[in-house]
């Protein structure tokens, strides 16, 4: 059950990020539910074991320990962020981060938009060296149907141990300005 405003808009934001989803719109209204739930623990899961295991909570330091480099590129078109699994490479298009960090006017969020690119596109280096990919733990099952995964779901986990990484706490402010950042078409892709 939600027990505090993070929780409530942090349910929120994963129902946002599957809506359009016609496979997760097709279950069940209890499956939905259950599977966001799901996800954000996961999430939630994997950023307690990385706090624990390295006794960090910066993503870039993490990411340096488990042999992922960070780099910084100027331009990435429509992209704000992405990992490369075969080089082991976070890339962080310095456009993108830009733009987010121009348009913040919440003080408390600013400084952590970095953190936040960093700590998402980690969480994808965990699901290849580590975790398997969270969205395969989901697999539904339909009448006359092999059954499905939905890949969002990754998505779901990676905003839920992003915001468990990095201690944010979704205000009204932060989730209107998160909303934002999901939504628009430059964010919206999944390296």
Known sequence: MIENLTERNLTSLAMLMLEKDKKFTRLMPEERVESVFSAISLGEEIADW???????NDPRKIAERLDAKIIGIDTGGSK??????????IIIYRDALDRFTSEIIIPELSSKILGFLVAWELFCHLEHIKTDFVYKKFKFKKRFHRG???KELSRVAALAFTIKLLG?????????YMVYMIFTSEFKDYA
Do not use: G, H, M, N
Not at 50 to 56: D, G, M, R, T
């Open 148 to 150: 499905f995964y939905l």
């Open 50 to 56: 990385v706090i624990a295991e390295f006794k960090e």
């Open 168 to 176: 944010l706490e979704i205000t009204p402010c932060i989730f209107d």
């Open 80 to 89: 704000r962020s992405e990992y490369r699994p075969k080089q082991k490479e």
